[in-house]
């Protein structure tokens, strides 16, 4: 086989490899990114205590966090829109000491769905989402240029007859 056309089946498949990747960040991140926009612009926002900060040791939440690492998640106390008391545990990592003070967001219909503001870790999934975008971009150019390539060595190449 021809080593141009191997070099653009190499560039095709760098480029898928590109894409995979890219879209891989961009479908991992938007769902959590949705989310927690989701709350932060529908949500009430009110002012809740610290009643409770939960230390975990990397490793006792599962393979996810990086060994020897401290993460702390508050358990948050607050008054909801139906003057109920609500006691829940944070999602994020978030160091807060007991007894004081943060702003949240909730939503009313479902008060388990709570961001503790300002909001930690949006950027880095902005930022995962737009390299993704980027990474699938590339991805593209890639393969559009080995497909040019081959294209003009097609081009190149004498004619032949068939009789």
């Known amino acids: 086989m021809n ?15 590109f894409i995979l990747i890219g879209s891989a960040a961009i479908y ?24 409770e900060l939960i230390r975990l040791e990397s490793g006792s939440r599962g393979k996810k966090h990086k060994p020897g690492r ?22 994020q990592d978030y160091y807060l000491p007991p007894g004081s003070r943060a702003q949240i967001a909730y939503l009313p219909e479902n008060p388990l769905r709570m961001e503790i503001l300002p909001p930690k870790g949006l950027l880095i999934l902005q930022l995962l989402i737009g390299g993704g975008g ?8 890639v ?13 190149d190449a004498p004619p032949t007859f068939h009789q």
């Open 3 to 17: 080593s141009k056309i191997t070099n653009m089946m190499g560039g095709v498949l760098v480029g898928l490899l």
């Open 28 to 51: 991992f991140s938007w769902g959590s990114y949705g989310k927690r926009q989701h709350v932060l612009g529908k949500g009430v926002q009110t002012e809740a205590t610290v009643v």
């Open 70 to 91: 401290t993460h702390y998640y508050p358990v948050m106390s607050f008054t909801d829109t139906r003057g109920c008391p609500q006691q829940i545990k944070s999602e």
């Open 134 to 141: 980027l990474f699938c971009l590339g991805g593209l150019g």
């Open 143 to 155: 393969i559009l240029s080995s497909l040019c390539q081959c294209f003009k060595i097609q081009a």
